[in-house]
C-alpha cells in the first residue's frame, strides 16, 4: 500500500520562504504524477502544483506561478515544494497526492480540469500545516 508523508509544515512569517517535503513508500506504480494541494478553514481544497514523475513536467495554480516550484528526487522517493514570498492567504493545510495508475496520469496529463480536481487522485497524505504570520 503506497503512503504518503508530508513535512516541513510550520509557523513563518509573512515574506519568508518555506519547503514541504512529500515521501513515498510502498509505490507499486513507478510514473505517477504528484501533486500539492491545500486548503483553509471553510474553503474547498484547492490544486496547487503538480509535477510529472521525472520532473519534466510542472504545473502550478496561475495565481502561484513564480512564487512555488515543485520538483522531484526520485533517488528520495520525494516530492518537494519551495513556497516563496508568503503571504497570510496561504495559511492552510498542505496535502501531497499522487495518481494510482497509467490511466489516471494520463488524464491528469492531458486535462487541466481533471489535473486541478482533487477527485482524480487516489493516494494521499494526512497533510501538514502551514500557518503564515503577520
Known amino acids: 500500500q503506497v503512503q504518503l508523508k508530508e513535512s516541513g509544515g510550520g509557523l513563518v512569517q509573512a515574506g519568508n520562504s518555506l519547503r514541504l517535503s512529500c515521501v513515498a513508500s510502498?509505490?507499486?506504480?513507478?510514473?505517477?504524477?504528484t501533486a500539492w494541494f491545500r486548503q483553509a478553514p471553510g474553503k474547498e481544497r484547492e490544486f496547487v502544483a503538480a509535477t510529472s514523475w521525472n520532473g519534466f513536467n510542472t504545473y502550478y495554480r496561475d495565481s502561484l506561478k513564480g512564487r512555488f516550484t515543485i520538483s522531484v528526487d526520485n533517488a528520495e522517493n520525494t516530492v518537494y515544494l519551495q513556497m516563496h514570498s508568503l503571504t497570510l492567504e496561504y495559511s492552510a493545510v498542505y496535502y501531497c497526492?499522487?495518481?494510482?495508475?497509467?490511466?489516471?496520469?494520463?488524464?491528469?496529463?492531458?486535462?487541466?480540469?481533471?489535473?486541478?480536481?482533487?477527485?482524480?487522485?487516489?493516494?494521499w497524505g494526512p497533510g501538514t500545516q502551514v500557518t503564515v504570520s503577520s
Open positions: 497526492a499522487a495518481t494510482t495508475d497509467g490511466a489516471a496520469t494520463s488524464r491528469v496529463t492531458t486535462s487541466l480540469r481533471i489535473r486541478r480536481s482533487a477527485s482524480a487522485y487516489g493516494d
Open positions: 510502498g509505490r507499486t506504480f513507478s510514473r505517477p504524477v
